[in-house]
C-alpha cells in the first residue's frame, strides 16, 4: 500500500497523577486538550482506530493517595467533564508526594494484571503513567531515596510499563524515574504555550508498543492457568501496529513461541526483531528484523533458550513485532471493525514463563559455581559459630 498512513491518536491506558497546585482553569485547560487527543468514544474497549481497544484513562492526584481516583479507567471524556470540577479541585492538596503515588500505582497495576489474567487475553494497550507537575514540586534529598525505592519496587512488579513526566517546573529531578530520559521528560515552556508539548507526548505515547502478555501469570509473577489469544484489527491506512513482548514472560524459558494468524481481511506483513522497531518502517534501529507476508497463513517466530548468556531479566533483550497491511479485502464488519477494511488478526504463544526481577537470576556456569561456593562459606562459617 501506498497511501499516507493517517495521523491516529494514542490507545493506551494512561494513568494521569496531576499535581493540584495547578490553578484551576489552566489544569482543566491542559487536561481536556490531553483528552481530547486520546483515542476515546464508542469504540472504548473495543477495537480503537489501530486495533486493540481504544484508550482508557485514569485521574488522580499527586496527594491523598488513599482517596479514590477523580475519574477512574474510563472510555469517554465525559466521565472527564462530569468530575473534575471546580468545588472538588479546590479541596484538594497541591504538591507531588511521589513515593506514595508509586506505592498506589504498585496496587493498581497488581490490580489491573489480574483483571488480564481473568480475561485470558495475549495482548494489551500500553500502559503508561504520565506526571503532571508543577513549578512548585521540589523533589528533597529524602523524598528523591523514598520515591527511587517505591520506583524500583514498581518496576519489578509491573516491568512493562511506561513513565513520562509532564512538566513546568525542572525536568531534570525525575530523570531517575523514566526509561528514556531524552524522550519522557517533556518540558512545558509556558501555559500559553504547551499544545507544542502536547504534539511530543502524543508522538511519544504512539510510539509505545502494545504489550504481549502471558495471562497465565499471576500478580506475583507465578504461572497459574492457561494462556489465551488475542484477537486485533489494522488499519490499513493507519501506522504500523507495534508489539512487545518482556523478557519476564520468557526469561526461564526453554523455547518462546509467538504466532500471528490471518484472517483472510486482507495481508499483512508481520516482523520481528530484538531490537525495537519503528513506527515508520519495518526496520529496527540497528539489524534488519525478520519479515513474512500472511493473508490467512500464521506467521510463527521463536527464539530458543531466548536468555541465554543472561545472568539477570535486565540483560536479556525484549522481544519486538510490528504489524504492516499491505493489502485489504472490505469485509470487516463484526461489531468490533471500525472500517470496513480494517484487518483482522489473531496473536498466540506457546512456552512462555514467569519471572520477575526479584527472582530472575540465571544460575548458570561462573555465576552457579559463586552461588555454590558462597553458600559452602556461609555453612563453614556458622560451624565455626556456633560449634567453634
Not at 499535581?19 to 485547560?29: E, L, R
Not at 469517554?76 to 503515588?101: C, E, H, I, R, W
Not at 527511587?148 to 517546573?169: C, D, E, M, S, V
Amino acid at each position: 500500500m501506498n497511501s499516507p498512513a493517517k495521523s491516529l491518536p494514542p490507545a493506551v491506558d494512561l494513568i494521569i497523577v496531576l499535581d493540584a497546585g495547578w490553578p484551576y482553569k489552566d489544569a482543566m485547560t491542559l487536561l481536556s486538550y490531553l483528552i481530547d487527543k486520546l483515542d476515546l468514544g464508542e469504540y472504548g474497549e473495543g477495537v480503537g482506530v489501530g486495533g486493540g481497544g481504544g484508550s482508557t484513562f485514569t485521574l488522580m492526584t499527586g496527594r491523598n493517595t488513599q482517596n479514590p481516583p477523580i475519574v477512574n479507567s474510563s472510555s469517554t471524556p465525559l466521565d472527564f467533564y462530569g468530575n473534575f470540577t471546580k468545588d472538588l479541585y479546590n479541596s484538594l492538596q497541591a504538591g507531588m508526594d511521589l513515593s506514595q503515588v508509586l506505592i498506589k500505582l504498585r496496587t493498581m497495576y497488581a490490580a489491573t494484571m489480574e483483571i488480564e489474567r481473568d480475561r485470558r487475553t495475549t495482548t494489551g494497550r500500553p500502559q503508561v503513567a504520565l506526571f503532571i507537575t508543577y513549578m512548585s514540586s521540589v523533589l528533597s534529598d529524602s523524598e528523591r531515596s523514598a520515591a527511587r525505592n517505591a520506583y524500583n519496587r514498581l518496576r519489578i512488579k509491573a516491568p512493562n510499563t511506561h513513565f513520562i513526566y509532564w512538566t513546568l517546573g525542572s525536568k531534570d529531578q525525575y530523570r531517575d524515574f523514566v526509561i528514556d530520559k531524552d524522550k519522557d521528560l517533556i518540558q512545558i515552556s509556558s501555559v500559553s504555550d504547551f499544545q507544542s508539548s502536547v504534539q511530543v507526548l502524543m508522538e511519544n505515547l504512539n510510539s509505545i508498543p502494545r504489550r504481549i502478555l502471558n495471562c497465565a501469570c499471576t500478580y506475583r509473577w507465578e504461572s497459574n492457568g492457561e494462556s489465551g489469544k488475542s484477537i486485533q484489527y489494522a488499519d490499513p491506512l493507519g501506522r504500523p501496529l507495534l508489539f512487545n513482548l518482556h523478557p519476564n514472560f520468557f526469561f526461564k524459558s526453554d523455547k518462546a513461541t509467538v504466532k500471528f494468524q490471518g484472517q483472510g481481511y486482507g495481508s499483512l506483513q508481520i516482523c520481528y526483531s530484538r531490537n525495537p522497531i519503528t513506527g515508520n518502517s519495518s526496520s529496527s534501529s540497528s539489524s534488519k528484523p525478520n519479515c513474512k507476508t500472511i493473508t490467512s497463513e500464521t506467521a510463527e517466530f521463536s527464539e530458543s533458550q531466548p536468555c541465554s548468556g543472561t545472568d539477570y531479566i535486565s540483560s536479556c533483550k525484549q522481544m519486538y513485532f510490528s504489524v504492516t497491511p499491505t493489502s485489504s479485502n472490505p469485509r470487516c464488519f463484526d461489531k468490533y471493525c471500525r472500517y470496513p477494511d480494517m484487518i483482522r488478526f489473531t496473536v498466540t504463544h506457546e512456552g512462555l514463563t514467569c519471572a520477575n526481577s526479584a527472582k530472575g537470576l540465571l544460575l548458570s556456569g561462573t555465576s552457579a559455581t559463586l552461588f555454590i561456593v558462597m553458600l559452602s562459606l556461609r555453612e563453614l562459617l556458622m560451624r565455626l559459630f556456633f560449634f567453634g
